[in-house]
C-alpha cells in the first residue's frame, strides 16, 4: 500500500524575521508536535475569561435592557485595554501612511527646483520617510494581530458563558429551547460578535481617513474633490444596507 508523502511547510526567512518576535511557534527549530505548542496564557483561558465577564457582568446586569448595551459595555471592559490600545495603533497607522505622500511631494519638489542647499533638512526628509513607512507596517500588523486576539478574547468569554448558563438551565428552560438555537448562539452570534470586536475600530478609522483625504485632495483639486467623496459616501450607505439587509 503506498503511503502518503509527509507535508512538510516552512515560512520565508523574511516573514520569519519579522514575525518571530509575535508568535513563539516562529521562534522553535525542528519538527513542531501537540506537545511543543506553547501554551495558551492564563488570562485568555476559557475559565479566567468566564470568571472575568461574571464578575464584570454582575454589576451591569441591573441596567440590562435587552438592547445589548449592557452586555457590550461589558465585554469592553472585559478587552481592556487592549481594545483601545487597537486604537491607538489605528491612530499611529493614518498618521504614518498620510505623511508619507506629503514627505515625498517635498523631497520630488526640491529635485524638480534643484536647490539642495539644506542638504540636512532633505536627508532628515528621507529618514522620516523611512521611519513612516516602519511606522506604517508595524502599525497596522499591530491592529491586526490585536484586533484578531480581541475578538478571539470576546469569542472565548461569550461561548464560555452560554455553555456554563445552558448547564444551568432546569428542565422546563430546557424543553424550551432546542438544540439548533444553543447551537446557533455560539456558532452564528458569537462569530459575528468576534467580528465585531476585531474590527470594532474601523468604525471611526474609515471615516477619518475619507476625511483627511478629502481634505489632502481639495488642496490640489479644488471642488473636483466633491464627486469622489461623494462617491464614497454612497458606497458607504449601500454596504450599510446591503448587510442589514442580510441580517
Excluded at 470568571?51 to 457582568?57: D, G, N, P, T, Y
Excluded at 506629503?102 to 539644506?118: C, K, P, Q, S, Y
Excluded at 532633505?122 to 491586526?144: E, K, W
Aim: charged share 15%.
Amino acid at each position: 500500500m503506498r503511503t502518503m508523502p509527509t507535508i512538510r511547510l516552512r515560512i520565508g526567512v523574511l516573514s520569519e524575521l519579522y514575525h518571530f518576535w509575535m508568535s513563539p511557534i516562529m521562534r522553535r527549530r525542528g519538527k513542531i508536535e501537540a506537545d511543543t505548542l506553547p501554551a495558551l496564557p492564563p488570562e485568555d483561558s476559557a475559565a479566567e475569561m468566564l470568571e472575568a465577564f461574571r464578575l464584570r457582568w454582575a454589576l451591569r446586569a441591573a441596567n440590562a435592557d435587552g438592547s445589548g448595551r449592557a452586555l457590550r459595555q461589558t465585554i469592553i471592559g472585559l478587552l481592556s485595554p487592549r481594545f483601545y490600545l487597537i486604537g491607538l495603533w489605528n491612530l499611529i497607522d493614518a498618521v504614518a501612511n498620510f505623511s508619507q505622500p506629503l514627505i515625498i511631494a517635498a523631497l520630488v519638489r526640491a529635485m524638480r527646483l534643484g536647490t539642495f542647499d539644506d542638504l540636512a533638512w532633505l536627508y532628515g526628509l528621507a529618514i522620516l520617510l523611512s521611519f513612516a513607512a516602519l511606522a506604517a507596517a508595524v502599525s497596522i500588523q499591530q491592529v491586526l494581530w490585536g484586533g484578531a486576539r480581541v475578538g478571539m478574547r470576546a469569542r472565548i468569554a461569550l461561548s464560555a458563558a452560554v455553555y456554563a448558563k445552558t448547564l444551568q438551565l432546569g428542565n422546563a428552560a430546557l424543553l424550551q429551547t432546542s438544540a439548533a438555537s444553543a447551537t446557533n448562539l455560539v456558532a452564528v452570534d458569537v462569530n459575528r460578535l468576534e467580528m465585531s470586536f476585531t474590527f470594532f475600530h474601523l468604525l471611526w478609522y474609515a471615516p477619518l481617513c475619507v476625511f483627511i483625504l478629502g481634505v489632502m485632495l481639495y488642496l490640489l483639486v479644488d471642488v473636483a474633490t466633491f464627486p469622489g467623496l461623494a462617491f464614497l459616501v454612497v458606497i458607504f450607505y449601500m454596504q450599510r444596507y446591503e448587510i442589514a439587509g442580510f441580517g
